[in-house]
């Protein structure tokens, strides 16, 4: 299974800045999922990012509000810009392995994120 | 409708109970579907998949009706260490998009 190493763990931030969430993977995958759990919610895809081309965004979710970069097959990053209370929440990259026993997706740690 | 409803709960079960959970999803299409346990403040761990013939994992047991459009998640001698919420994920569509239901939450109690 892919092990995914996700930093910062937790930040808390002030209202109008922009934080950049890392993800690392220690094997090469074609896409990598960002994703949003409010508290006491389930997850929510923002955005899938391609290596090689822009990410594709998920409705209510905006390029210039959460930018994502995809430089190579391992990494990727998710800027939370422009922040406010409302984007308190946790975010967790994703990767799909479709290895043997069928496809599965392994999340990083986390990054819980509040806004003050 | 949402597309992948679960009982939020939360289930409040003693140790040794026979716990099950279910999940009902909208999209008769749907192509695979999955189980995920989620810690409190931790990342989604996969479970188990689950697969049309059901399947058994020690004291887990999925099982998939599509007829009925609905999973299940039966979890016997419960521990505590079972304690968690109970992410139901299912997959649809040419994109292939995860659905994951809002989670049910298991207490087991000593």
């Known amino acids: 299974s892919a092990v995914i190493s996700q930093k910062p763990s937790r930040d808390i931030c002030q209202r109008g800045t922009s934080l950049t969430i890392q993800c690392q993977v220690d094997?090469?995958?074609?896409?990598m999922f960002w994703y949003r759990q409010q508290p006491g919610q389930s997850l929510t895809l923002i955005a899938t990012a391609n290596q090689g081309s822009e990410a594709t965004y998920e409705s209510g979710f905006v390029i210039d509000k959460f930018p994502i970069s995809r430089p190579n097959l391992t990494f990727s990053t998710l800027t939370v810009s422009n922040m406010s209370p409302e984007d308190s929440s946790i975010y967790l990259c994703?990767?799909?392995?479709?290895?043997?026993?069928?496809?599965?997706?392994?999340f990083g740690s986390g990054t819980q994120l509040s806004v003050l | 409708r949402k597309e992948v409803e679960q009982d939020p709960g939360p289930f409040n079960v003693p140790e040794g109970a026979t716990v099950a959970f279910n999940c009902t999803y909208s999209?008769?299409?749907?192509?695979?579907f999955f189980w995920y346990r989620q810690d409190c403040r931790k990342e989604p761990k996969l479970l188990m998949s689950?697969?049309?013939s059901g399947n058994e994992d020690g004291r887990f047991t999925a099982q998939l009706n599509r007829a009925s459009q609905y999973i299940s998640l039966l979890i016997r001698d419960s521990k505590l260490s079972d304690s968690a919420t109970y992410l139901c994920v299912v997959l649809s569509g040419s994109a292939r998009q995860l659905t994951f239901g809002s989670g049910t939450q298991l207490t087991v109690l000593p």
């Open positions: 689950v697969y049309s």
């Open positions: 999209n008769s299409a749907s192509q695979s």
């Open positions: 094997s090469q995958v074609t896409m």
């Open positions: 994703s990767v799909e392995d479709r290895g043997t026993g069928g496809e599965k997706l392994f």
